[in-house]
């Protein structure tokens, strides 16, 4: 099973919403960081929006492209990370991957182990 689990992609309107949600496994025991990235045809993935922890405050960034439609938000552990998209536009049509900076109780997420297999979203005009 993947360690990291995508949902809530599908086909909306221009103008439209969707709710994404990253999952970590019940084996990921610590998530130090979380981001989302996209990847068009033909392009190169790109960063979209992360969360993090500086303290006890978490830290939210985004890509200018979405800043101010998109808002990514977690649970406490991180465990759980969403990122609501609204205002959707044809150019946010991607696939949207969780990335995830973590451990386990064997040790830190390496490779492979840090991204989720992906979620489609396609925005229509």
């Known amino acids: 099973q993947m360690r990291l689990v995508e949902s809530g992609g599908g086909s909306v309107q221009a103008g439209g919403s969707l709710r994404l949600t990253c999952t970590a496994s019940?084996?990921?025991?610590?998530?130090?960081?979380m981001a989302w990235y996209r990847q068009a045809p033909g392009k190169q993935r790109e960063l979209v929006a992360s969360?993090?922890?500086?303290?006890?405050?978490?830290?939210?960034t985004y890509s200018e492209s979405v800043k101010g439609r998109f808002t990514i938000s977690a649970d406490g552990a991180k465990n759980t990370v969403w990122l609501q998209m609204n205002s959707l536009t044809p150019a946010d049509t991607a696939v949207y991957y969780c990335?995830?900076?973590?451990?386990?109780?064997?040790?830190?997420?390496?490779?492979?182990?840090?991204w989720g297999q992906g979620t489609q979203v396609t925005v229509s005009s």
């Open positions: 990335n995830a900076d973590g451990r386990t109780q064997t040790g830190i997420l390496r490779g492979p182990e840090r």
């Open positions: 969360i993090g922890s500086i303290g006890t405050d978490d830290i939210t």
């Open positions: 019940s084996d990921v025991v610590t998530v130090y960081h």
